[in-house]
């Protein structure tokens, strides 16, 4: 039998233990890859969610498309105003030619609006619908019945809207000249008229159309008025104007 010294046998023993801690540390090494590989590598998805999220994605861009489609068709006149040959004329390219042409007179409507509205309210003027409709029978009257008042519209470009506008706009004016002061026409005034006039008012006698006279007299006195109203309170105001 052979012996074996101490010596020999602690070396043995220290190798054995070196072999196993060898294996060991491989073997977490192994472990601890493995549990990286499985927190790197995400869960698997079914085909079929994928699938149905797309197809609800494509149904909602779809449904998106046609909405501004049918969007576009029906306010079509705020981006193209016409077509030449199938090109296009856009809203922009036609207010921007309008504006070139146009730009200071609607300018000044929109000052000579906005002053007459801040004067109506600081004098505390307002206009019924009642007087506006009153003024609109009038005025048909004038051009000879409802049918002929629309074509003067049209030859105008003016709806009945933008002519009920600018009634109310005439009547409050008028209101804030007569606020100043009355407006007195004399008998000497109509005479004057009639006989400076008296081509258009042949084979007629001066009573018969006083009162016409007096009106027509009176509409230019207001108008003469509200000319020298509109240049003060003009000068008076406050406005810049950028084009």
């Known amino acids: ?29 192994v472990i601890k890859k493995l549990r990286l590989n499985e ?27 046609v909405v501004a489609f049918l969007l576009v068709q029906k306010n079509r006149s705020l981006f193209v105003v016409g077509t030449v040959n199938k090109s296009p004329i856009t809203r922009w390219e036609l207010n921007s030619k309008m504006a070139d042409k146009y730009a200071e007179q609607s300018f000044e409507e929109i000052v000579s609006e906005r002053l007459l509205a801040e004067n109506l309210k600081k004098n505390n003027i307002t206009v019924s619908e009642k007087e506006i409709n009153d003024e609109l029978a009038k005025i048909k009257e004038q051009y000879g019945g409802e049918e002929q008042f629309k ?17 109310e706009q005439s009547i409050g004016l008028k ?6 002061g009355a407006v007195e026409i004399g008998d000497a005034e109509v005479e004057a008229y009639f006989t400076d006039n008296k081509a258009s008012y042949e084979g007629k006698e001066l ?33 810049n104007s950028y084009l």
Do not use: C, H
């Not at 927190?39 to 498309?65: C, D, E, H, Q, Y």
């Not at 074509?151 to 009634?167: D, N, P, R, V, Y």
């Open 1 to 29: 039998m052979t012996k074996v010294t101490p010596k020999k046998s602690i070396k043995k023993i220290s190798k054995t233990m070196s072999e196993k801690k060898s294996k060991g540390g491989k073997a977490v090494k």
């Open 39 to 65: 927190a790197v590598v995400p869960p698997r998805v079914s085909t079929k969610s994928v699938n149905t999220a797309m197809f609800v994605k494509i149904l909602l861009i779809i449904a998106i498309g």
């Open 151 to 167: 074509t003067a519209l049209e030859q105008f470009g003016m709806t009945e809207a933008k002519a009920l506008e600018s009634i």
């Open 175 to 180: 209101k804030l000249v007569e606020a100043q």
């Open 207 to 239: 009573t018969e159309v006083s009162a016409e006279i007096k009106d027509i007299l009176y509409q230019q006195e207001i108008y003469t008025r509200s000319q020298e109203w509109y240049s003060g309170i003009r000068k008076e105001a406050k406005i």
